[in-house]
């Protein structure tokens, strides 16, 4: 993250930020946050949740309905609709993101970036 | 020491935002409208406390829904500069379907904002004190 101001302090602040990658090209929006954890250790908690990546795509109906989660099964309509959304998704690592006002730039290309989907 | 039970991973959206958020005698008193981050030494982000009640949802709505939404809520908060309702994540024991804390809503911020939405909102609903 560039400057002071820049820093996130929220995870609302994350979301709804445009991203391109390294060429440019609108990945579409934050629309979700990965968290993995193994973060410092927190008293009570054990390790904390860190931001490992970032959600982006097109923010589609399905994905807000959350038809695109892994976990969601249901009549084939729904799966093909979910699996759609997942597949437009891309996963943008942390450490890759540079923010600059209300985008973010990501320093790989959109072919080197992992789908969202598990 | 004692661990929350937690997954190893997850998604912010499906898992913990706009959950219910439990207190330890199953009182649900609240949802999980932001997430605090501090940052590591590596200049990691992670997820510290939740943040609950209308200052936090309001930036997070963004807009003027939400700008109008905390602006009502800084008028009416007995605090000058009032910050929202927060709950330091060593006060999970699990998230779930919802978000269950170890312990009872009032050893938490976030009760003072329960108690405060109660007596200036809900008391005013006629017949808010039939179910006392």
Not at chain 1, 24 to 31: A, E, Q, S
Not at chain 1, 102 to 110: A, F, G, I, Q, S
Not at chain 2, 5 to 16: A, F, H, N, T
Not at chain 2, 48 to 57: D, E, N, R, T, W
Request: glycine share 10%.
């Amino acid at each position: 993250m560039a400057s002071e101001e820049d820093v996130p302090h929220r995870i609302g602040d994350l979301i709804g930020l445009r991203v391109t990658d390294s060429e440019g090209r609108d990945l579409g929006k934050v629309y979700d946050v990965r968290l993995q954890r193994d973060g410092p250790e927190l008293p009570e908690f054990g390790p904390a949740l860190r931001v490992d990546a970032l959600i982006v795509g097109r923010d589609s109906i399905a994905t807000r309905l959350g038809f695109a989660r892994p976990e969601m099964t249901g009549p084939w309509p729904i799966d093909v609709w979910g699996r759609h959304a997942v597949r437009r998704a891309y996963l943008v690592p942390w450490e890759s993101a540079r923010r600059a006002g209300d985008t973010l730039h990501c320093d790989r290309r959109l072919e080197d970036l992992e789908r969202a989907g598990r | 020491m004692t661990t929350a039970r937690v997954s190893e991973w997850l998604d912010v959206g499906d898992r913990l935002l706009d959950r219910q958020v439990v207190d330890s005698n199953g009182r649900p008193f609240a949802k999980v409208d932001d997430l605090e981050l501090a940052y590591d030494a590596e200049g990691r982000p992670y997820v510290v406390a939740i943040l609950c009640g209308p200052g936090a949802i309001g930036p997070r709505l963004g807009r003027r829904l939400g700008h109008w939404i905390v602006a009502v809520w800084a008028r009416l908060h007995p605090a000058v500069h009032p910050s929202p309702a927060r709950i330091p994540m060593s006060a999970v024991a699990s998230i779930d379907s919802a978000v269950n804390l170890s312990v009872p809503l009032d050893a938490t911020a976030a009760a003072g904002v329960a108690h405060w939405v109660a007596e200036h909102f809900v008391s005013l609903i006629p017949g808010a004190s039939h179910g006392e």
